[in-house]
């Protein structure tokens, strides 16, 4: 892999990582408010939660999918 391609799949993944942590924070901010349990939200926020909790899951498919493509071409 050229160096310009590896810089950019880094870069890629550290802002991903970087989302990730952010959209974790909010989510434990949310179940914060309501003693750290998701049956105690209102339906505004259970849907607030489920959206997060859905992209927070494809930012970590995201992540896992840059590592396996990273770890491949420093084998190869």
């Not at 950019?8 to 408010?33: E, K, M, N, P, T």
């Not at 209102?42 to 396996?68: G, M």
């Amino acid at each position: 892999m050229a160096s310009e391609e590896l810089k950019s799949l880094l870069v890629r993944y550290q802002a991903l990582v970087a989302d990730y942590h952010a959209l974790d924070r909010q989510i434990d901010g949310l179940l914060s408010v309501h003693g750290g349990h998701n049956d105690r939200l209102s339906p505004q926020d259970l849907e607030r939660y489920r959206a997060w909790a859905r992209r927070r899951d494809d930012l970590f498919s995201e992540i896992r999918a840059l590592e396996q493509q990273l770890a491949m071409d420093d084998e190869g």
